[in-house]
C-alpha cells in the first residue's frame, strides 16, 4: 500500500526557532509537495521538487525553504518560525508520467507560539 | 490567472439527500480536474478525477463531469450518508503536477 508520511502530527514552536517538518514517501515518487492548509483559503503550494536536489518555488514560499538530498524524503524548513506560520502542513507525491493522483500524508498542525 | 471556484460551506444535509458541490474553473490549456475528499483528523486522498473534455470521473457514488464549455467539474451524489461528512476540494493540475485547489467545501450529514 502506497504512504506518504510525516515526521509529526502536532508541533508546537516557539516564534524565532528554526523547524523542521519531515515527509518520506515508498513509491519511489519523482515529484514532492508542500502545502499549507489555512481555513478559507484552501490548500497554497509553498514549495515543490521534481528531482533529488532540485526544488521550485510554489506561490507562497516566503519564510520556507527546503531540502531534499535523497528522492523519497523532502524537507520543509521554518528557518525562524512566526505566528502566522501555524497551520497545516501538507505533503504529497506524484509519480512524474501520466496524470496519476497526487498522494497526501496526513498532515502536521504546527502552532508557533 | 489560475484559479478554481467552488460553492463555499459548510453544506448539512440530511442522510439520503441528493448533493451537489459547484466548481469552475480558470485555466489555461486542458487541464486535468480532481475531487480531493479529507475526512476529520486525516489528509487528502483522490476521491475522481478526469484528463479530458466529456470525462466522467466516478467513484464511492460521486460523480463529476469535466464540462469544457462551461469550465465546470460540479460533484454530485445521489444519496449522501452520515460517512460523507468531510472536506471536499476541487482541483486541477496544469503542467508541473502542482495542483491547484479551491478552498473546499465542508459537508455534514446529519441522521
Known amino acids: 500500500d502506497v504512504k506518504v508520511t510525516q515526521s509529526s502530527r502536532y508541533l508546537v514552536k516557539r516564534t524565532g526557532e528554526k523547524v523542521f517538518l519531515e515527509c518520506v514517501q515508498d513509491m519511489d515518487h519523482e515529484n514532492m509537495f508542500w502545502y499549507r492548509q489555512d481555513p478559507g483559503l484552501g490548500l497554497r503550494l509553498i514549495y515543490f521538487?521534481?528531482?533529488?536536489?532540485?526544488?521550485e518555488k510554489g506561490d507562497i514560499p516566503e519564510g520556507y525553504s527546503v531540502s531534499r538530498e535523497k528522492k523519497e524524503r523532502f524537507s520543509l524548513i521554518l528557518e525562524s518560525a512566526s505566528t502566522n506560520q501555524t497551520s497545516m502542513y501538507l505533503c504529497?507525491?506524484?509519480?512524474?508520467?501520466?496524470?496519476?493522483?497526487?498522494?497526501f500524508g496526513p498532515g502536521t498542525r504546527l502552532t508557533v507560539l | 490567472g489560475d484559479s478554481v471556484t467552488q460553492m463555499e460551506g459548510p453544506v448539512t444535509l440530511s442522510e439520503e439527500a441528493f448533493l451537489t458541490i459547484n466548481c469552475t474553473y480558470t485555466?489555461?490549456?486542458?487541464?486535468?480536474l480532481f475531487w480531493y475528499v479529507q475526512y476529520p483528523g486525516e489528509g487528502l486522498q483522490l476521491l475522481l478525477k478526469a484528463t479530458k473534455a466529456d470525462d466522467k470521473g466516478s467513484n464511492k457514488g460521486f460523480e463529476a463531469t469535466y464540462r469544457k464549455e462551461t469550465t465546470s467539474f460540479h460533484l454530485e451524489k445521489g444519496s449522501v450518508q452520515v460517512s460523507d461528512s468531510a472536506v471536499y476540494f476541487c482541483a486541477f493540475a496544469n503542467s508541473g503536477y502542482a495542483l491547484n485547489f479551491g478552498k473546499g467545501t465542508s459537508l455534514l450529514v446529519t441522521p
Open positions: 504529497a507525491s506524484i509519480q512524474a508520467q501520466g496524470y496519476n493522483e497526487q498522494f
Open positions: 521538487s521534481y528531482d533529488v536536489k532540485m526544488k
Open positions: 485555466a489555461t490549456g486542458y487541464p486535468s
